[in-house]
């Protein structure tokens, strides 16, 4: 499971996964602060190539991604990097419609996996 904020995944058991592909980041703005020499996504970070490989191959090797309200702030989003989750993912839990909201939790599961 790749997520922007870990603590949601220790809450929810789901730290560690049996699948080698699963991305292994447990820091992402950390992850994304040193490929990018301490840019964050909001002061450019997203115009790094490593940043962008990075979040790219993270998200191409998860099965579900878990976002918080604080995702703007810890994914170094591009326009492609969007277009992908849109297309390779979807929303199988919405806590909340308000991005502001600290209840804000969005469950994405790649296309085609089986859930059950």
């Excluded at 603590?7 to 980041?25: I, K, Y």
């Excluded at 099965?63 to 703007?72: D, G, H, I, W």
Aim: hydrophobic share 40%; aromatic share 10%.
């Amino acid at each position: 499971m790749l997520t922007d904020q870990v603590s949601v995944t220790l809450l929810a058991n789901r730290f560690e996964s049996s699948d080698p592909r699963c991305p292994q980041m447990v820091d992402s703005l950390g992850t994304t602060l040193a490929l990018s020499h301490r840019l964050k996504p909001g002061t450019g970070a997203a115009t790094v190539p490593a940043v962008n490989y990075w979040w790219r191959r993270a998200f191409s090797n998860a099965q579900y991604v878990l976002l918080t309200s604080s995702a703007a702030k810890r994914i170094a989003w591009t326009p492609a990097l969007k277009a992908y989750l849109a297309s390779h993912f979807t929303v199988i839990y919405r806590s909340s419609q308000d991005l502001n909201s600290p209840r804000y939790l969005n469950l994405y599961v790649r296309r085609g996996l089986r859930t059950g």
